[in-house]
Nanobody, 121 residues
Framework: VQLQASGGGLVQAGGSLRLSCAASGRTNSRYTMGWFRQAPGKEREFLAAITWNGGATYYGDSVKGRFTISRDNAKNTVYLQMNSLKPEDTAVYYC???????????????WGQGTLVTVSS
């Protein structure tokens, strides 16, 4: 499975962005999809996960209520809608695919290349 994340950029605090993650390759498998981020000098942080059919989602505490994960299996694409952005949301954002349900980096076998989100104050 190959993953391509896009949609990052520069946004002012309080603004919104929508990230996309397009999957190619063995996309007929039932993968949990997740979003993570990594700021300079920090560990990779779990943000959100969604089951293969979109039936369940889970969010990290730092983004709960502000970010929404969704997927369109017909387009092999997962989205992360980010609202009320803060300067501390600045990081490289990664999408990933896992054959099991996971809310940590463990289990995620395939990773996208990352897209940079910068939130200015």
């Amino acid at each position: 499975v190959q993953l391509q994340a896009s949609g990052g950029g520069l946004v002012q605090a309080g603004g919104s962005l929508r990230l996309s993650c397009a999957a190619s390759g063995r996309t007929n498998s039932r993968y949990t999809m997740g979003w993570f981020r990594q700021a300079p000098g920090k560990e990779r942080e779990f943000l959100a996960a969604i089951t293969w059919n979109g039936g369940a989602t889970y969010y990290g505490d730092s983004v709960k209520g502000r970010f929404t994960i969704s997927r369109d299996n017909a387009k092999n694409t997962v989205y992360l809608q980010m609202n009320s952005l803060k300067p501390e949301d600045t990081a490289v954002y990664y999408c990933a695919a896992s054959p099991i349900w996971s809310t940590t980096t463990r289990g995620y076998e395939y990773w996208g290349q990352g897209t940079l989100v910068t939130v200015s104050s």
